[in-house]
C-alpha cells in the first residue's frame, strides 16, 4: 500500500474500529481495568491507551476508583484500582412508540439507562399519521431542557405495522396507514439533525430486551407484544431475525379459529379490543378498564375468569403453532396485555399440554418487565447500537475511502 492517502484511510478505520469495539465492551460489560480492557480489545496496552485517551478527550470514558468487595472486615491494600467507565450523561437518545391507544416515549443514556419515560392515551385510528408524529416528536422532547439537545445522538421510532427492512410501512392496518416512510416524517417534525430509525413495534420490543446483554442468549427466543394488536419478533443467537420482507414473528396473523363463521387470527382473539369487547357486556361499569377486567380475574369472577379463559386457550393454541416452525426456547411476553398471563398462567400451560404431543419440548415463558415502554426502549436501543458502530455520526467528517490494514499495527480489534 503506497498510496498516502490509502494508507491514512486505513489508519483511520483502525482507529474508528477499536474506538467502537471500546465502547462496545465498556456497555456491555461495565467497568473495566485499562489491562481489561486491552485483552479484550486484543491489543497491546500502548494501543489501548490511546483508544482510551481519544474517548476520554470526547467525554464518553472516564476513570473511576475500584469498588472495594463487599466483605466483613475487608482492608484495602496498596492503593485502589482505576477503572474505566462509560459517562452515562454524555450523551442521550429518545425512543417512541405510536401504538393504537398509547403513545410511549423513553429516553436512555451512553450506558442504555432509562432516564425518563412518557406515556399519553392516543386515539391513533382517529388521527392522521402526520398528526400522530408531530405529537410523539411533540411528547417525547416535552420534558428535555433545550441547552440539552445537542447532546442527542438519535431518535427511534415504533409502531405497529407490516414494515420493511427499509423502515416503509406497507400497511398499518390498526392505524389506517399504507405506505408511509415514518422516518422520514419524523426527520421532518425533529428539530433536531439526528439519524432517525424507524421498526415494527414487536422487532423493536424483542431488541430492547436483549441488546447489550452481558450474556446473548444462544437460542431462539420469541418476543410477543400484545396491545391492541398481537405482533412477534425473533431473536436467533442474539440477532433479530427479520425474513425475506421484514415480516418475520407476525404470530398475530396466524389463523386459530375453527368454530363455523368467518376466520378469526391470533390477534382477534387475544388482543385488547376483543377482551374489552367482551368484558363491557357484562361490566357493571358504565366505562370499564383493562385494570378492572384484571382485577376481576384476581377475585375470580365467573364472567371475566370465562373471558381470561377463552384468552388462555387461544394463546396456547397460537404459540404451539408458532413453536412447531420455529422451534424457540424461550418465549417473551410485552405489551399492556401481558398483565393477564401471571393471573392464567397454570390455565396456559394446561392448554399447551392437552394441544401439543408430549415428544415435543416446550420453551419457558416470562412476562417482560419494561411494561408499556417496551417497543419505545427498543427503538431508543437502535439508536445507541447505530452510534456504538461505523455508522455513527462521530465519523460523519471522516469521508475517505476506507480499505484494510495490510500491516499488523493497530490491527482491528473484534466488534
Known sequence: MNDPALTASSHRRIRQSNEVAALRALHQFGRLSRAELARKLRLNRSSSGHIIASLTADGLVREAIEDPPEQPGYARVGRPGIMLELVPDAIFFLGVEIGVEHISTVEIDLGTNIVSTNVEPFDGPSISVEAAVDRAVSLALQSIPASKLERCEGFG????????????????PLLGWRNVHLAELVRDVLPLRVPVLAENDANAFAIGATYGRSEAHSGVTLFLVMESGVGGGIIIDGNLFRGANGLAGEIGHLIISDAPGPRRN????????????????????????????????????????????????????????ACRIIDADRIVLGGSVAALYPLMAARVAAHIHAIQESSFPFPSITVNDEGTVGSAFGAACMLHQRYLSLESQRFADDTAELEEPEADEGRLAPL
Not at 390477534?267 to 367482551?278: A, K, N, P, S
Open 157 to 172: 421510532v415504533s409502531t405497529p405495522a407490516q414494515m420493511d427492512k427499509h423502515g416503509l410501512v406497507r400497511l398499518a
Open 266 to 321: 391470533l390477534e382477534q382473539l387475544i388482543g385488547l379490543e376483543t377482551i374489552m369487547g367482551e368484558y363491557r357486556k357484562t361490566s357493571a361499569l358504565s366505562h370499564p378498564a383493562f385494570g378492572n377486567f384484571l382485577a376481576d380475574v384476581q377475585d375470580r369472577l365467573p364472567s371475566a375468569v370465562s373471558i381470561a379463559e377463552q384468552w388462555a386457550k387461544a394463546l396456547a393454541t397460537g404459540l404451539v403453532q
